[in-house]
């Protein structure tokens, strides 16, 4: 159990849609990273957040955004959702550092019909 | 464009048999992880390694940095059904790497049958 939760487990959306992902990082970790996983792939790296400051990006379009709250927790936004989005989304807290040890979360299934 | 090969891509095995697991790149890497992921769920970090030349034990599983910081390998002896899974090695970049990037293998989906 690694304490990182995420929200809501699985989705159904529509081509052009928006979607919100949540995730509570855990306890003392004071970053967030993001993650999209397409399926038989490893994750690939969309942004982390630390201190409600995005930190760093991977090469994800400007439709996909984030925030970071004051608690830590985060969101995941993806706007004009195309079919190719489809995914497992996945959220990793840390306490940063050079190591970077990630802690995931169980992840978030989008489906874009 | 930094990365990390993973091979093999799949593996299937009896019960009883040892299995090892390469992860390669041409980069440098401050850290890598080892994670294993079940189907449906996120990945489960089974160990960090640091060190160049480093090796760590976990039960049945063996884990190597290479000197160079470049590969790193797991080894698991005796494999039992409960090993079934997914197993992804990341690396934290050196250099050049979008902060806060850990760049993912593929994953070897290993199959242990009774």
């Known amino acids: 159990e690694t304490g990182v939760t995420q929200s809501p487990t699985h989705l159904i959306k529509t081509r052009g849609q928006q979607v919100t992902l949540r995730c509570s990082s855990q306890s003392g970790h004071n970053t967030v990273s993001w993650y999209q996983q397409a399926l038989g792939q490893g994750p690939q790296f969309i942004f982390q957040y630390y201190r409600e400051e995005e930190n760093g990006r991977g090469n994800f379009p400007p439709r996909f955004s984030g925030l970071q709250f004051p608690n830590y927790s985060s969101e995941l936004n993806v706007n004009a959702l195309e079919l190719d989005d489809s995914a497992l989304y996945l959220c990793a807290s840390s306490l940063g550092g050079a190591e970077n040890i990630q802690y995931f979360g169980a992840g978030t299934r989008l489906s874009v019909l | 464009t930094q990365l990390l090969e993973q091979s093999p891509q799949f593996l299937s095995i009896q019960e009883g048999e040892n299995l090892t697991v390469y992860c390669n790149s041409s980069s440098v890497f401050s850290s890598l992880q080892w994670y294993r992921q079940e189907p449906g769920e996120g990945p489960v970090l089974l160990v960090t390694v640091v060190t160049g030349g480093e090796v760590k034990k976990l039960k049945r599983l063996t884990f190597q940095f290479g000197d160079a910081r470049k590969d790193s390998s797991l080894h698991i002896t005796a494999a039992q059904t409960g090993d079934t899974g997914l197993y992804l090695c990341?690396?934290?970049?050196?250099?050049?790497?979008?902060?806060?990037?850990?760049?993912f293998g593929k994953g070897t989906k290993l199959s242990v049958k009774p």
């Open positions: 990341a690396g934290a970049p050196v250099l050049g790497g979008s902060q806060g990037n850990l760049i």
